[in-house]
């Protein structure tokens, strides 16, 4: 059974960090993409990053510079450091784990960011 379960999120003021994880099993984590993905209310959901097997991550304009994704293969997790957060940020934020056609999703974990 191939299960992706989002923790970290929270509550965070303007200005703050998150550190998002994504522990996975029931897959083959070291060849999978693994990415991180967004969605507000009212909108659809975003390509946040993502990292492949062989560690090139690839990053949504808008969080250049203020995230960094990254992975353990020897835990089967994927993370999502979040710096500088802004209020513009607040979403649900979901695992995803891609190889070939197989994709994965996690429940999604939210964020909010707001004084």
């Known amino acids: 059974q191939v299960q992706l379960v989002e923790s970290g999120g929270g509550l965070v003021q303007p200005g703050g960090s998150l550190r998002l994880s994504c522990a996975t099993s029931g897959i083959s984590f070291g060849v999978y993409v693994m990415g991180w993905y967004r969605q507000a209310p009212g909108e659809q959901r975003e390509l946040v990053a993502t990292?492949?097997?062989?560690?090139?991550?690839n990053y949504a304009d808008s969080v250049k510079g203020r995230f960094t994704i990254s992975r353990d293969n020897a835990k089967n997790t994927v993370y999502l450091q979040m710096n500088s957060l802004k209020p513009e940020d607040t979403a649900v934020y979901y695992c995803?784990?891609?190889?070939?056609?197989?994709?994965?999703w996690g429940q999604g974990t939210q964020v909010t960011v707001s004084s």
């Open positions: 995803n784990g891609k190889f070939f056609t197989r994709t994965h």
């Open positions: 990292i492949t097997s062989n560690l090139i991550t």
